[in-house]
């Protein structure tokens, strides 16, 4: 984490762009959609007017033009947490967490999710939305926050980079405590949330990263267990009215069989802030939380779970007892 005016992971400089508030995810989705859809169009038919991908306005073929993320950090400078008690509380009990007055890391990515995903949806955003196939996130909180704090919230996109079957993309928001001393600049969380965009290419030699789910069979043996979650066929359904990310994929059979589930899947951030919450009071105030999903925990579902200590910290990993199949993996860090 680094003071001063945004900028990515490459120090490269961003624009800031301020909004009122933080925008509501279901207005976002329907924008994700139709950007989905039209640049879904554009590649189909390259030379087609305005959304075609192929060739600018004069006729000069850009298809082998490289992939751009836009320049833009967008910005909350004020989000009142004190009205958010119940949401915070519901979030609490369906994540297995202590009903208190702290945020968990997890709650604050919630909070910072609709400004990443308004980023996702620009204009100028490169990729579709819809088809995005979430990898892994790490997470730093580096203090307390409370119920009653006054946030900043950022978010931009960074570190467009090749991956075996596509493109892959870090998606970062941060939290700071608003007003806050002069040249206090330090974000308190950091979330970077990495995602998968198939049948896109970059021009580069670097070979593409492997997707965590496809190590050769038979090469991991499930540790003991420490818990068992039962979680029922409403579960997707429970976490979307707490985080507002209601993708079909989550919600019911019907809707997950047209994108090629055979059931509705469990929310990955879901399954990852409920191990966060199963490591416990142990993990301390300040800490770095990180996941990689492997496979979808289909529901209704059982996920065996194992948390083990660690030097320092702890590791988790949850799988499939019947098939032993993982589903995700991770550790959680004293900072």
């Keep these: 984490m680094t003071a001063g005016a945004p900028a990515t992971g490459a120090g ?7 909004l009122p508030t933080l925008p509501a995810l279901g207005g976002l989705y329907a924008r994700g959609a139709a950007a989905s859809g039209r640049i879904a169009a554009g590649r189909a038919l390259p030379g087609l007017p305005v959304i075609g991908a192929g060739r600018t306005g004069d006729g000069t073929d850009t298809t082998e033009r490289p992939l751009a993320l836009p320049d833009v950090a967008y910005r909350v400078p004020s989000v009142a947490t004190a009205p958010l008690a119940r949401h915070l509380h519901d979030y609490q009990r369906l994540l297995h967490e202590p009903v208190t007055d702290v945020l968990p890391a997890g709650y604050l990515h919630v909070l910072a999710f609709p400004l990443a995903t308004a980023v996702m949806v620009r204009g100028d955003f490169p990729l579709p939305l819809l088809g995005m196939v979430h990898l892994a996130n790490d997470v730093e909180l580096r203090a307390p926050v409370h119920l ?3 946030l900043e919230v950022r978010a ?13 993309v870090d998606l970062v928001a941060e939290v700071r405590r608003a007003g806050g001393p002069e040249g206090d600049d330090v974000p308190v969380w950091r979330g970077v949330s990495t995602y998968l965009v198939k049948g896109f290419h970059l021009p580069s030699e670097e070979p593409g990263e492997p997707d965590p789910d496809q190590a050769p069979s038979g090469t991991w043996t499930p540790p003991l267990p420490t818990g068992r979650w039962a979680l029922g066929p409403g579960t997707g359904r429970a976490y979307g009215a707490v985080s507002g990310d209601r993708n079909p994929i989550h919600l019911s059979a019907l809707s997950a069989k047209a994108f090629g589930f055979p059931r509705a899947i469990a929310h990955g951030m879901y399954t ?16 770095r939380w990180t996941v990689e999903f492997a496979a979808p925990v289909l529901l209704p579902g059982t996920v065996d779970v194992a948390v083990t200590p660690d030097d320092p910290g702890f590791s988790y990993v949850g799988w499939n007892a019947r098939r032993g199949r993982r589903h995700f993996s991770g550790t959680v860090t004293p900072l």
């Design 156 to 168: 931009w996109a960074e570190r467009l980079r090749p991956h075996r079957r596509g493109v892959q």
């Design 272 to 287: 990852a802030a409920r191990a966060l919450a199963d490591v416990g009071h142990a993990r301390g105030d300040a800490y």
């Design 12 to 18: 490269e400089p961003l624009r800031v762009e301020t």
């Design 148 to 150: 009653g704090d006054v």
